[in-house]
Nanobody, 120 residues
Framework: QVQLVESGGGLVQAGGSLRLSCAAS????????MSWYRQAPGKQRELVAN???????NYADSVKGRFTISRDNAKGTVYLQMNSLKPEDTAVYYC??????????????WGQGTQVTVSS
C-alpha cells in the first residue's frame, strides 16, 4: 500500500510564499507523474502543476510564473514552491502520485490535503 504525507500548508499574507511537500512511502518500485491539485470551497478540484519522471513540467495558467514544482526521486517526494501568493490561491492542496508498486501493480494515490489560506 502506498501512502502520501503532505506538509507545508498554512496561513500567509498576499504576496508571501509557502512550500508544500508530499512524501510517498510503502512498496514502490517506480514513481511516474507527480502532481498537485487544489480545491477551493464550492469549486471543483483543479490541476495546479505536474512533473513527469523525466522532469517535464506543466502548470495551470493561473499559477505560471509564481509556482514551481520539483521532485526528488531518491526521496519519493514532490514539492510545490508557491510565491507571490494571492487570496484566490486559497484552497486545500492535494498531491497525487502514480506509479508501480513493488508487486508491479499500477497505483494512483492521493495525499490527505493541506490547507493554504492567503489573506488580503
Amino acid at each position: 500500500q502506498v501512502q502520501l504525507v503532505e506538509s507545508g500548508g498554512g496561513l500567509v499574507q498576499a504576496g508571501g510564499s509557502l512550500r508544500l511537500s508530499c512524501a510517498a512511502s510503502g512498496s514502490i518500485s517506480r514513481i511516474n507523474t507527480m502532481s498537485w491539485y487544489r480545491q477551493a470551497p464550492g469549486k471543483q478540484r483543479e490541476l495546479v502543476a505536474n512533473i513527469t519522471r523525466g522532469g517535464n513540467t506543466n502548470y495551470a495558467d493561473s499559477v505560471k510564473g509564481r509556482f514551481t514544482i520539483s521532485r526528488d526521486n531518491a526521496k519519493g517526494t514532490v514539492y510545490l514552491q508557491m510565491n507571490s501568493l494571492k487570496p484566490e490561491d486559497t484552497a486545500v492542496y492535494y498531491c497525487n502520485i502514480d506509479g508501480v508498486t513493488g508487486g508491479f501493480r499500477a497505483f494512483g494515490s492521493w495525499g490527505q490535503g493541506t490547507q493554504v489560506t492567503v489573506s488580503s
